[in-house]
């Protein structure tokens, strides 16, 4: 995510690194490659044109505080710039004072609607609330049936009256259903098109105005870029949109959607889908989504994702260990198991501060390559597992055997995971960076 538009832009502030002052003059080339980055990522030219102008005029005449670079300043002003262009601060979804809340979908056909249901379905679930899937699009074929198998997966009740019944039917009957088992929460599913027309905008007018939804999300596929932000305003002139849900962020490198929707359409982005799976919906932070951009991390969803899928416990008892370099490859194959709960190792270590500038642009873990260092480790017997040091030779031919792998391999996680042990001892001890990482590993599959 943005990892093509961040590196345009640290190569944008490199230029004004050893000015003692921030000019008009000395930023015009800097400012010059920040408008050419924007512009790739495929934002707005408009967007565009008024951000620079902002960034232009806030950061002008501005000298260089204390220590900090001229450089290091202009990346705050960037920052600071775009968070406000996208939107300041998190928008939460509308509640209904009174129960069932109405949450309608729209948007194009293939842009991931239907799973985005489920996704937003999984959230609310897990913020105590009883959601209901109501299946309304009755043209494509199977979508009532794909929304009823995910449904089903979530753990959640779904409703739906049929393929041959009318769409705004379903919808204004999917209130007393609601309310019948008990649901505080209906998601409406309305068809989507493959562009818009006007037989589409007339039946989602008419189920806006039969049952009167709290919330209208526009769902748009992120990769789309500019065709999304395009879609989502001509929604927005026949609809009240009360926001955006953009589906496979996790995939677009550029973001420019994401930055342009809020300026041109005027509605909030309220949640960002980042994988395929059901969990896989984040509300959407634009502080949170500015430090990813400027290489800055995210470590606020790093720790809310902790929280939410670590065992707190062995995560105590796992530091501990690290502290004093006590740790086995039994406790590192169990830690590695907690953190693969969380998602993508490589987008966990991008959202570690200086993580993204340190692996590069393009490094990525190879994941499958994880599926061999487990496979090593479940080869190696208890007591290898506890004392990596007994394993010799002889034993390490036999762990290679049994895990499809080579002795090569083998030594390289042993010689790895002795390096992670000093490396974390000293991490916990409170070691400067530059040490820390000249003992540093290679992550497996990074190289």
């Known amino acids: 995510m943005f990892e093509s538009l961040s590196q345009k832009l640290e190569n944008a502030f490199k230029n004004l690194r050893g000015q003692g002052k921030l000019t008009e003059k000395n930023m015009k080339e800097g400012l010059q490659l920040i408008r050419m980055a924007l512009l790739e990522a495929d934002v707005n030219y408009k967007v565009v044109k008024q951000f620079i102008a902002d960034v232009t005029e806030a950061a002008d005449g501005q000298r260089v505080i204390d220590s900090i670079r001229p450089d290091q300043q202009i990346v705050k002003i960037v920052h600071d710039e775009l968070v406000k262009i996208m939107g300041g601060s998190n928008a939460p979804l509308i509640t209904a004072e009174k129960a069932p809340t109405i949450i309608m979908l729209v948007g194009l056909q293939g842009q991931g609607k239907t799973t985005t249901a489920g996704k937003l379905a999984v959230h609310l679930k897990k913020k105590g609330r009883k959601p209901l899937l109501v299946g309304a699009d009755v043209y494509r074929p199977a979508a009532i049936r794909q929304l009823e198998v995910i449904a089903g997966q979530a753990g959640v009740e779904s409703f739906s009256l049929g393929e041959h019944a009318n769409p705004v039917d379903i919808c204004v009957m999917s209130r007393g259903e609601a309310q019948m088992r008990g649901c505080d929460t209906i998601i409406l599913d309305t068809a989507g098109r493959l562009h818009v027309d006007d037989a589409m905008m007339a039946e989602v007018r008419q189920i806006q105005k039969a049952v009167t939804p709290h919330e209208i999300l526009f769902v748009a596929n992120a990769m789309t870029g500019q065709d999304a932000v395009n879609s989502a305003k001509q929604f927005h002139d026949n609809l009240p949109l009360t926001g955006v849900i953009l589906t496979q962020m996790d995939g677009d490198a550029r973001g420019g959607a994401a930055i342009s929707l809020i300026q041109i359409t005027g509605c909030p982005i309220k949640f960002v889908g980042t994988g395929e799976k059901l969990e896989a919906l984040d509300a959407f932070h634009p502080q949170r989504m500015a430090d990813q951009i400027l290489g800055m991390g995210d470590i606020v969803s ?89 394993i010799n030779g002889t034993r390490r031919r036999r762990i290679a055997d049994g895990s499809g792998t080579s002795v090569p391999d083998v030594n390289r996680l042993l010689k790895d995971f002795e390096k992670s042990k000093k490396m974390m001892k000293f991490l916990l001890k409170g070691g400067k960076s530059k040490k820390m990482l000249r003992g540093m590993p290679s992550f497996p599959g990074a190289r």
Do not use: C, W
């Open 302 to 390: 790093l720790v809310e994702q902790a929280q939410e899928h670590l065992d707190q416990d062995k995560a105590i008892k796992f530091a501990e260990k690290a502290r004093k370099a006590e740790f086995n490859l039994e406790d590192f194959l169990e830690q590695m198991q907690q953190v693969k709960k969380m998602g993508s190792i490589t987008d966990l270590i991008k959202k570690i501060p200086g993580m993204s500038q340190m692996m590069g642009p393009g490094a990525d873990i190879n994941e499958d390559e994880l599926k061999y260092v487990e496979a090593m480790i479940y080869s190696m017997t208890l007591q290898e597992r506890r004392k990596p040091k007994i």
